[in-house]
Antibody, heavy 119, light 107 residues
Framework: QVQLQESGPGLVMPSETLSLTCTVSGGSVSSGSYYWSWIRQPPGKGLEWIGSIHYRGRTIYNPSLQSRVTILIDTSKSQFSLQLSSVTTTDTAVYYC???????????WGQGTLVTVSS | SSELTQDPAVSVALGQTVRIRCQGDSLRTYYGSWYQQKPGQAPLLVVFGENNRPSGIPDRFSGSNSGDTSFLTITGSQAEDEADYYCHSRDSRGDRLFGEGTRLTVL
């Protein structure tokens, strides 16, 4: 059973960079069938796709966040990461990582981690 | 347009059938998937593709598609089906899309 676990600071100062890591266990990140994704959900609101990465490094980003987002993958550690720069209070959200399977969707999710942007 | 539109809220009587819809141009080309989210929990994939369920999802959940619209049907709704439901797909560029979500109330 594939498991994903987000980790990182729960509080980030405005204008700084939010950094999160997703650790994948029970399966390999190095499969051509998968993208590895970040999704967020502001309190009381809906889901927003942030971006995805293939193990070979190809990335796709939400156009509305593209200028601030970097997603990287470390296959040796079975991890992928999110960096979101110049954060504001509107970036406060629960951040999820998930596995994206072609023709299926997001079949495994992490439990999510709340990141609050506040001074 | 690269958007998915859902009704904000739907209600259903216990044991009855409810259909939740998701509309968007991308659904003419790409299948959507559906996620159930209960308070404080991560979303859970319930239906994907033409009409497929992951292992462990009850068969009262089903999917269908017509033109630019994808439907999630719950046949014989249970109290535990009360949740938010999101549709998800992609566009021609490869960008992933979420609908705004539908809050299902089981009466």
């Amino acid at each position: 059973q594939v498991q994903l676990q987000e980790s990182g600071p729960g509080l980030v100062m405005p204008s700084e960079t939010l950094s999160l890591t997703c650790t994948v266990s029970g399966g390999s990140v190095s499969s051509g069938s998968y993208y590895w994704s970040w999704i967020r959900q502001p309190p009381g609101k809906g889901l927003e796709w942030i971006g995805s990465i293939h193990y070979r490094g190809r990335t796709i980003y939400n156009p509305s966040l593209q200028s601030r987002v970097t997603i990287l993958i470390d296959t040796s550690k079975s991890q992928f990461s999110l960096q979101l720069s110049s954060v504001t209070t509107t970036d406060t959200a629960v951040y999820y990582c998930a596995r994206d399977v072609s023709q299926v969707g997001l079949d495994f999710w992490g439990q999510g981690t709340l990141v609050t942007v506040s001074s | 347009s690269s958007e998915l539109t859902q009704d904000p809220a739907v209600s259903v009587a216990l044991g009855q059938t409810v259909r939740i819809r998701c509309q968007g141009d991308s659904l003419r080309t790409y299948y959507g998937s559906w996620y159930q989210q209960k308070p404080g929990q991560a979303p859970l994939l319930v239906v994907f593709g033409e009409n497929n369920r992951p292992s462990g999802i009850p068969d009262r959940f089903s999917g269908s598609n017509s033109g630019d619209t994808s439907f999630l049907t719950i046949t014989g709704s249970q109290a535990e089906d009360e949740a938010d439901y999101y549709c998800h797909s992609r566009d021609s560029r490869g960008d992933r899309l979420f609908g705004e979500g539908t809050r299902l109330t089981v009466l």
